[in-house]
């Protein structure tokens, strides 16, 4: 990995950020609300009075209400512009969170086991250098101490992906191409609960496609000791969304991981 593409990514989501803070804000972020922060706060140990960080945390959304779980928060993200909204929620509304900019692939600055708990939701999968966001994690995380993430899951979500529908439009399957192309590409969208009368750029998402041994071997070449694996399906409330109901089931789109450092 280097600093150039580092730089590149950090460009991109500072690019991306204003019009992501406001959406996330505004509640557009329909798979977060509905979906994947859900399953990942029922995936989580209790939090509360423990000094945990949170990698790639954006604008800061989640990670205020990890500290509203009791969590004492410090979040880290490469965008200094994404960091900005973080830091600017924090103003308005203290929680006694800390923020840095800083990559989750490089020596954040923290001394050695200065947390409790590394948590990440839906961002390692979008960094260039995994096995070196678990390096770091297990040299913060205290003995005893826990790291838990979720992304995109790799075996589903690849760059091949494509659904296959019936004559009424509806998905009765998924298909899977490309699993081990590794290629690295940035992808364009915007969230799909916004008003569609609403003209927006679309964000300009850098991807690293990565098979599902890299994750795991990533992590236990790091010192951690897997604990728990979850692929958890979308609640009923949410496949009232017709688009979480081919999630429920056709394929898994989360992967959860939780590791602890012996």
């Avoid at 950090?10 to 996330?24: F, I, L, M, P, Y």
């Avoid at 939090?47 to 990890?66: K, P, Q």
Wanted: net charge negative; hydrophobic share 40%; proline share 6%.
């Amino acid at each position: 990995m280097t600093d150039d593409v580092l730089q590149g990514v950090a460009a991109r989501w500072n690019g991306n950020a204003d019009q992501w803070t406001h959406d996330v804000r505004k509640g557009y972020d329909a798979y977060r609300e509905l979906f994947t922060f859900p399953a990942f706060i029922d995936f989580l140990p209790p939090l509360a009075g423990l000094d945990v960080i949170d990698f790639g945390c954006g604008e800061g959304t989640n990670t205020r209400r990890f500290a509203e779980m009791g969590a004492r928060m410090t979040g880290i993200d490469l965008s200094e512009r994404m960091i900005g909204h973080a830091r600017n929620a924090e103003e308005k509304h203290p929680l006694g969170i800390t923020y840095k900019v800083s990559s989750y692939s490089t020596d954040t600055g923290f001394p050695d086991g200065s947390f409790d708990a590394v948590i990440s939701t839906m961002a390692l999968m979008d960094g260039p250098d995994f096995d070196a966001a678990m390096r770091e994690a297990y040299r913060l995380v205290r003995p005893g101490g826990f790291l838990a993430f979720s992304v995109l899951h790799p075996c589903f979500i690849t760059p091949g992906l494509a659904w296959q529908k019936n004559e009424a439009g509806i998905a009765t399957a998924l298909c899977v191409s490309r699993y081990f192309d590794r290629s690295t590409f940035t992808e364009e969208w915007r969230f799909g609960s916004r008003p569609a009368d609403e003209i927006v750029q679309p964000f300009a998402v850098p991807r690293f496609p990565r098979i599902m041994s890299e994750y795991l071997n990533g992590i236990v070449a790091a010192g951690f000791r897997i604990g728990r694996i979850g692929e958890p399906q979308p609640s009923a409330q949410a496949c009232e969304d017709k688009r979480f109901a081919r999630w429920r089931d056709l394929a898994a789109f989360l992967l959860l991981v939780m590791a602890e450092r012996p």
